[in-house]
Each structure stands twice: as C-alpha cells, then as structure tokens.
C-alpha cells in the first residue's frame, strides 16, 4: 500500500505516538522509513548562533535520530535518517518530494494553533497524503481495531478505498464508512415557506435513498467487518464530529477533497474542518500526485526552497 514513509520528528513527546503510526503501517505494507529532524536557529536571533552550543545540539539531534532508528529497525523495518539545517517546513516538503507517499505528522491536541506555523505550512504546501497523529496521552491497545471513513458519495472522496482496505485486510480493522446528508440551505432572513420545506424534505429523503445503497455496496465490497452509517444534518463537519465521538475510532481516513473540491487548494472545506478540530489520528488522502495538482501563482517552489 504505502512504500515511503516519511516521519519528522520533533524531538518531544509528540513524536511518541507518531513514530508507533509509522512502525505499524510500515510492518503493515513492508514500507521503508525516512526520519528526519531539521536543526533550525532560533527565530529572532540577534547574534551569530554560539558554535559550542550549535555543535551539542546537533549531537544530542543526531543521538536521538539514531536511538529512534534502532528501534524501528529492531522490529524488523528499514530504517533512513537525515538531519538537515535550515528552515524546518522547507525541509520537510523538499524530502516529502522526494520519493515520500505519505507524511506521517505528529501534531498537538486539536484546536486552535495546535499545528503552528511549522505544521501549518507543510500541510498547505505538500499534497502528500499525510497522517496527524496527536498527541496522544495514552497508548493504543492494538493497530486499528476500529477506522470511520468519511466519504460524501464522489469518486474523488473513493480515492481513500484502497487504503481503507488494506486497514481492514492486514489489522482486521472494523471499518464504519459514513455519510452526512446535508439539509438544502435557505440563506436568507425570512423563514422557507411550506413548499420549501416540502421540497428540501423530499430531496433529503431521495439523498438518504440513494446514500443508503450507495454505503451498503461499498460495505459490501470489504467484507464483514464494514458497516454503514448514515447521518442528516445541515452541515456535514459537525455531523462527523458527532460520528467520531459515537463511534470513538483509532483512525479516521479521508480524502483531501470531495464532490465540490478545487484541487489548486490543499484541501476541502469539510476536511479543513476535521484536519483543524478531530482529535482522532487523521489520514488525509490525495486523490492526485503532487505534480498533477494545479499550482496556484502565489505557491513556493523548489527553487525558493534552494531546493
């Protein structure tokens, strides 16, 4: 499934739960690991970095790359480091372009600046499948016992079968495939007459026929360990939220864009949503290669990277 997994380490206890994600789908899909942490001088440094200090930091970097190599290659996984200088965000989406299939991010907690600017950027700039992995507080009984998928009926959201297969193929993962029936908006400040109302009910009724047939055949087609379940509300990221706190998965599965996703733009508003506020470990799947996608004119390149 995946062949390249790259992990950027952050040298805290962030990267615990994160380096277990990488461990077990790189045992899972015989994928290679590349490590990679970025020595970055301080922002606002008025002075020249002191040399002594940068030379124990760079050891201390180098130590830890090493310790976290040997464990994975203890379990039997082949294992790269790198310990690169410069901007860290830059860094990572210059080895993520090279060869990496997917991004294994560890984040903190959901919500607010839990990112910051460092994983903020490497989000918006990649278009690399990327997993975010938060800070967990405790540690997973077991690999994947229960993923949710969100899928909103688009063969651009279906991208993330593949993936969800092989979750369900080599963890036995009980896989619960949803789908939010959105109710038709009326944006305006008067209340929807009764025709309106007749109308949006039947549409949500027609949606919720066709949605139902359509999540039991891709049950179907996964085995006995997937179920369908199917929601209405009048947005689809808050209908989600409530899923994931329902169903309390190991893993949410993705795609980066959907049925109305403008692949110049990173992700969807829907996973934008989930990628800022789901406190559940995320895989986020690009339907496209990062060299396919449009580019947008204000997007950095290689070449302002020094890449």
Same mark, same amino acid.
């Not at 508003?269 to 690009?286: A, G, M, Q, S």
């Given at each position: ?15 615990? $739960?994160?380096?277990?994600?990488? +461990?077990?789908? !790189? ?25 002594? /200090? #940068? ?16 464990? *994975? ?11 690169? /200088? ?7 989406? =210059?080895? !993520? ?23 903020? =950027?490497?989000? #918006? +700039? ?13 540690? &997973?009984?077991? %690999? ?42 009326? $944006? +305006? $400040?008067? $209340? ?41 509300? &009048? ?7 409530? *899923?994931?706190?329902?169903?309390? %998965? ?12 403008? @692949?110049?733009?990173?992700?969807? /508003? ?15 799947? @690009? ?9 947008? %004119?204000?997007? !950095?390149?290689?070449?302002? #990277?020094?890449?």
């Amino acid at each position: 499934m995946f062949n390249h997994l790259l992990l950027p380490l952050t040298g805290t206890d962030l990267d615990r $739960p994160a380096i277990a994600h990488a +461990r077990d789908l !790189a045992l899972g899909s015989g994928a290679t690991v590349e490590l990679l942490h970025v020595l970055e001088a301080p922002a606002g440094e008025s002075q020249a970095v002191d040399a002594v /200090e #940068w030379h124990a930091r760079r050891l201390a970097a180098q130590a830890y790359l090493e310790h976290v190599s040997a464990l *994975l290659a203890g379990v039997g996984l082949s294992v790269t480091h790198y310990l690169p /200088e410069g901007q860290v965000a830059e860094n990572i989406v =210059r080895r !993520a372009h090279q060869g990496a299939d997917l991004l294994v991010m560890p984040t903190g907690a959901a919500g607010g600046a839990h990112f910051g600017a460092v994983g903020g =950027r490497v989000l #918006w +700039r990649s278009f690399i499948s990327t997993l975010l992995v938060r800070g967990e507080t405790t540690e &997973r009984a077991g %690999p994947y016992e229960t993923v949710m998928v969100a899928l909103d009926g688009s063969q651009r959201a279906e991208c993330v079968l593949p993936v969800v297969r092989f979750l369900a193929e080599r963890f036995g993962a009980h896989v619960i495939l949803t789908h939010v029936v959105e109710e038709p908006a009326v $944006p +305006r $400040p008067v $209340p929807a007459a009764a025709e309106e109302r007749q109308l949006s009910a039947r549409l949500v009724e027609l949606n919720t026929a066709a949605a139902k047939q359509y999540l039991t055949d891709l049950a179907a087609g996964l085995g006995r360990g997937a179920e369908a379940r199917l929601v209405a509300g &009048r947005r689809a990221a808050p209908a989600l939220h409530d *899923l994931v706190r329902e169903c309390a %998965p190991d893993l949410v599965v993705m795609s980066a864009h959907g049925f109305g996703g403008d @692949h110049t733009w990173p992700f969807g /508003e829907v996973t934008t949503n989930l990628i800022d506020y789901v406190p559940t470990p995320l895989l986020v799947i @690009h339907d496209l290669p990062w060299q396919e996608r449009a580019a947008r %004119p204000g997007d !950095a390149t290689e070449a302002t #990277w020094g890449g």
